[in-house]
């Protein structure tokens, strides 16, 4: 099946740094990726959609000159997570539509944010 | 998209039946049953769908009732690795695709 991988998996910075991740189809090209965050114990929530070759669409709530998001090929989204603060620590995770029209959506494995 | 209602948790025998209820009774005609389970630290993955008709494939079933306001998942022969939170959403057909609205999930906890 399609496959959708995140990079890093883990990742520990100082505040006040910038971290990048990666989502990356494997199989499958994706004109439109999806980026969500997940606090412990909690849900996933929606942070942007990520569209290729244009412009990020931010949730309410999300700011987007803090979570820089580039869609720059078919198969490639990056977030970069900007002046990361310890309340930014948190699991991302990417996801990009099968394509097959069921709305099936395939997951990366996500990555794991501790900002110090 | 409509809303879902599911238990926050729910406990299960290794080799018996897992049956995971979901309400969804605002759910309009178009709009499809979709469940994913996330597996602790690891992204969700889909697991199968329907509209109206009951679905099997390899990892589950699903029974939507006739008047489509619930529905059940069924793993009919549970293992220690299907412990995950479990997802039911429901969610227009799209071929672009749609992000999903994730609500709370059932965690479901396979013991020995």
């Known amino acids: 099946g399609a496959v959708v991988s995140q990079h890093p998996s883990r990742v520990i910075c100082k505040s006040g740094t910038s971290v990048k991740i990666e989502c990356r189809s494997l199989d499958f090209q994706a004109t439109t990726m999806f980026w969500y965050r997940q606090f412990p114990k909690q849900s996933l929530m929606l942070m942007a959609t990520?569209?290729?070759?244009?412009?990020?669409?931010?949730e309410q709530g999300v700011e987007k000159d803090k979570f820089l998001i580039n869609h720059a090929s078919l198969t490639l989204s990056t977030l970069t997570v900007t002046s990361a603060h310890p309340e930014d620590s948190s699991f991302y995770i990417c996801s990009a539509p099968s394509g097959r029209g069921v709305n099936e959506q395939f997951f990366g494995p996500g990555t794991r944010l501790t900002v110090l | 998209d409509a809303k879902t209602t599911q238990p926050p948790s729910m406990d299960c025998a290794e080799g018996r039946a897992a049956n995971l209820p979901c309400n969804h009774s605002?759910?309009?005609?178009?709009?499809?049953v979709y469940w994913y389970r996330q597996i602790h630290s690891q992204g969700p993955q889909y697991i199968i769908h329907g509209l109206k008709n009951n679905e099997t494939n390899e990892m589950a079933s699903l029974i939507i009732t006739e008047d489509r306001k619930s529905s059940t998942l069924i793993l009919p022969h549970a293992t220690l690795r299907d412990t995950a939170v479990y997802y039911c959403?429901?969610?227009?057909?799209?071929?672009?695709?749609?992000?999903?609205?994730f609500g709370k999930g059932t965690s479901l906890l396979v013991t020995p």
């Open positions: 990520s569209n290729e070759g244009s412009k990020a669409t931010y």
């Open positions: 959403i429901v969610r227009v057909r799209s071929n672009s695709g749609y992000a999903l609205n």
């Open positions: 605002t759910i309009s005609g178009n709009e499809y």
